[in-house]
């Protein structure tokens, strides 16, 4: 990651496995999220949405009963290359917008843990 990117970020992001369901004008995802921060989600798929869509995601993280529900706006993604050898992560980078205090509460939790860890 260049320094600007993570300038760009400005939280840190921990790996997770996580399922996720994003709806976006009646469209239905139902993919694995592979990093989280206080502000985004990266959720890997081979079909990511363009930049600058609207997405409501739910997601439960672990040990935790209820789900988190918030809208998202994909900020970036990483199409599917066929014609290469390699094609890491293709996905895409979704911002959280609107999140309830509660929720940024329980993900801020969560990456305290596994930064221990």
Request: charged share 25%.
């Amino acid at each position: 990651m260049s320094g600007s990117e993570s300038e760009q970020r400005g939280s840190k992001r921990i790996p997770v496995k996580l399922k996720v369901d994003c709806q976006c004008e009646g469209n239905f995802l139902f993919e694995n999220a592979t990093n989280i921060s206080e502000h985004g989600i990266f959720i890997e798929t081979t079909e990511p949405m363009s930049a600058g869509t609207m997405v409501d995601l739910q997601f439960t993280l672990p040990e935790e009963r209820k789900a988190v529900e918030v809208l998202g706006e994909v900020i970036w993604t990483n199409p599917v290359r066929p014609n290469r050898q390699q094609n890491h992560n293709p996905g895409m980078g979704i911002r959280f917008v609107n999140m309830k205090e509660v929720d940024k509460e329980k993900i801020l939790t969560l990456i305290k843990r596994i930064a221990v860890l």
